[in-house]
């Protein structure tokens, strides 16, 4: 596998070698020297048409802490603003000779299009409305460190189904690895045929009719951001009546189980989609998932190179 493109890309075997890799690198401070003089030499190109603090900050610290060198290209000055394609902006970095790229475009199926003209690693940092690998092996790891596994669990995700790139990943890697996901929040913010994300594994993934439903007796519950800027039409009637609805609450997650713990990819819209005592109470393992993020995007830099 040169690229890392969706999470149909992966194996179970393949989730269970990157996160026990992703091990390795805990603490983030404590990088063999052996690993980082491996890597000397390597570059990693970031190209992101979209705003993203943790993503792209933790591509840079992974591929750093490694002992990369990390090139930055913001799209708004680089010569796609002058009306070159994307087409010759890969073949012209190409031409440079990276040794990785990670691509987060709007348009679905943009990293696809680039790895077929690029000789570099490709990674996929989130496309459109489609998916965000990465961040799927990341909650992985984060639930596993928790829980000691995957199978079993029972995973309700709440919110902006329809506009998650991130529900439709952890759909099939979740299913893939032998969870139970539970979707819920307002049906005009359903995903219709999510469930095919997961059509190799019949069962284990859901729908469900109310919030309650989708909550109870859940052991992780994870909660989507409003995508406000990919909403075009009016899906609920207003923020506040979204959080009065649909926001996680303390209330609401009592019907989780005692111990289940919070997950929000971010970034967080607090009084929205989740409350700020929850967020940031004693089950949210948000910032934790930022951290296991540069753990796991390292183990992934390591294995692409290593191929």
């Given at each position: ?110 990293p696809h299009f680039m790895a077929r003209f690029s000789r570099a ?50 759909v099939r890697l979740l299913a893939m690895m032998g969870a139970h ?26 729908v469900a009719d109310t919030l309650r439903v989708a909550i109870a ?91």
């Amino acid at each position: 596998m040169k690229d890392f493109l969706d999470t149909a890309d992966l194996s179970p075997n393949l989730v269970t070698e990157l996160l026990d890799s992703a091990e390795r690198f805990l603490p983030l401070t404590t990088v063999p020297e052996a690993i980082r003089t491996q890597w000397q030499g390597k570059h990693l190109v970031t190209l992101f048409s979209e705003a993203s603090t943790r993503t792209r900050t933790s591509f840079e610290l992974a591929a750093k802490r490694l002992g990369l060198k990390v090139v930055n290209i913001v799209v708004g000055m680089s010569s796609l603003a002058k009306g070159e394609t994307l087409r010759d902006t890969i073949l012209t970095l190409d031409a440079m000779q990276p040794d990785v790229v990670v691509v987060r475009h709007a348009v679905a199926g943009v990293p696809h299009f680039m790895a077929r003209f690029s000789r570099a690693h490709v990674i996929n940092a989130g496309d459109g409305e489609h998916e965000h690998p990465t961040q799927a092996l990341l909650d992985a790891f984060t639930l596993r460190r928790h829980f000691g596994r995957l199978a079993g669990l029972q995973i309700a995700i709440l919110g902006d189904i329809r506009h998650s790139r991130v529900a439709r990943s952890n759909v099939r890697l979740l299913a893939m690895m032998g969870a139970h996901v539970r979707l819920g929040g307002p049906r005009t913010l359903r995903a219709p045929g999510i469930e095919q994300f997961a059509a190799g594994w019949p069962g284990t993934v859901c729908v469900a009719d109310t919030l309650r439903v989708a909550i109870a007796d859940a052991d992780a519950v994870m909660v989507l951001r409003i995508q406000q800027e990919r909403l075009d039409g009016a899906f609920f009637p207003s923020l506040g009546e979204y959080f009065t609805h649909f926001g996680l609450t303390r209330e609401r997650l009592a019907w989780a189980k005692p111990e289940a713990i919070v997950l929000h990819p971010g970034p967080i819209n607090r009084e929205v989609e989740i409350a700020s005592d929850v967020a940031d109470g004693v089950q949210s393992v948000i910032q934790t998932q930022v951290t296991h993020g540069v753990a796991v995007r390292m183990a992934l830099l390591e294995w692409l190179l290593s191929r």
